[in-house]
């Protein structure tokens, strides 16, 4: 088969890939640009991202406040957001046709809640620039010969390029292929999950939240994260949950997903606070069955009564009944309560991989390898993960932009 001589190869047909494939063929029409992606199907990610609705960015227009949303990279991302931020993804979609709205947790989605507008469009746009897009295209070797990058592909066919864009995601053969060009990975772990307890009780509150509580793991510097806690039929997730897993999930992967979760159910309440108003409710209320109404409007009292009752006190006991010590548990309970995690449970409305391209070997100026000149690495690929709310897609944006704009 006929060698195809090419300039620019972005591997990986994913939201990084096609950002840097569109940029690179803006600043280099003379280029010819080779999208390859293995599998049938580009920006597969994106069509099932936001549970199909695509949670494109967030709307945090300070570089600074952007980069704190990263437990991985955010030091990195910090220079590249004063280029390309939430603000450019906003103003890029919506130049190119697509209508965005910002919800009320300032999250980022297509106006017709369709992950396939954003395909469309990014599909619509690379090809309109004449960039070549392969699917089902397998790469089986990559050699350097300086200054070109040399891809054989399964089908025979050879392709010689000056610039090699990895954009291959989580995907293991992207750390192979950046490894044999001299990169350091840090190993792979997941991140943005939920916590598995084995409490029966608490799985029957399944669907009940507390709209802020804290929560954070034994060990923690800080006292972890702040946000809506959700009870489930296998144990906690809501925001929270989902963040504290981000910030942590290297130590909850080396703890084998086995150790203590503690959750303040009430941050913003002073602990003296907390107790003078337990003891002002037990005051007004002694004839009352101690878990028969929450003294707490944050806490729903189904949840106040299986409290109290993991205090070993039945919820039945009437107030006055309650001694000091009870109360002093309970205020304990309600400020530091402990709970086994013994698993990692899924989310499915995202998920990313902690890990991956060391950091300190890009320059985050033109996302070009610093040991292997020629070689760009962006998205996913990267030791960069972010929260959800967009973060994750933002991160693939910017880095596909800045790898295209050389
Ligand atoms: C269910 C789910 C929902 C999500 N929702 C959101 C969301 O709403 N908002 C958000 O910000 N983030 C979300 N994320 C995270 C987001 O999808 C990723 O961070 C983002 O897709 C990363 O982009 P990427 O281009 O780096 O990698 P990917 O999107 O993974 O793209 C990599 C591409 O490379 C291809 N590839 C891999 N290996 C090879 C190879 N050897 N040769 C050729 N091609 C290869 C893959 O097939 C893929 O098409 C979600 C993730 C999941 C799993």
Known sequence: MKDFDSKIVILGGGAAGFFSAIHNKKNNPNSTVVMIEKSGQVLSK????????????????EPKLL??????????????????QSKDTIAWFEAHGVALKIESDNRVFPVSDQSQEIIDCLVRVATGLGIKIWTHAQVTDILKKDPNFCLSLADGQVLMCQKLVLATGSNPQGYVWAKQFGHTIEAPVPSLF???????ALHALSGLAVDFAQVWIAGEK??????PVLMTHWG?????????SAWNARSLFEAGYRTALYVNWLP?????????????????????GVGSQSPFFEIPTRLWAYLIEKTKVSAQTLWKQ????????LVQ??????????????????????????????????????????????????????????????????????????
């Open 222 to 227: 800080k006292k972890g994260q702040k946000g």
């Open 236 to 244: 906690m997730s809501g925001p929270g949950i989902i963040k504290l």
């Open 67 to 84: 980069s704190e949303n990263y437990p991985r990279g955010g030091r990195e991302l910090l220079g590249p957001y004063h280029v390309f």
């Open 268 to 288: 913003h309440v002073d602990i003296d606070v907390l107790k003078e108003r337990v003891a002002e409710f037990q005051g007004n209320h002694p004839k009352k």
């Open 46 to 61: 994106v069509k099932i991202s936001g549970g199909g609705r695509c949670n494109v960015t967030h709307a945090c227009f």
């Open 194 to 200: 939920t916590f598995r307890v084995d409490d029966p």
């Open 333 to 406: 309970e309600l400020s530091e309560g402990v709970f086994a995690i013994a698993g990692k449970g899924t989310f499915k409305e995202e998920f990313v991989t902690c890990g991956g391209v060391s950091l300190k070997e890009v320059n985050f100026k033109t996302m070009e390898s610093k040991v292997c000149p020629g070689l760009y690495i962006i998205g996913e690929l990267l030791d960069i993960d972010g929260v959800t709310g967009g973060f994750n897609f933002q991160n693939a944006w910017t880095t596909g932009f800045l790898s295209g704009s050389g």
């Open 322 to 329: 309650i001694n000091s010590k009870q109360i002093d548990r």
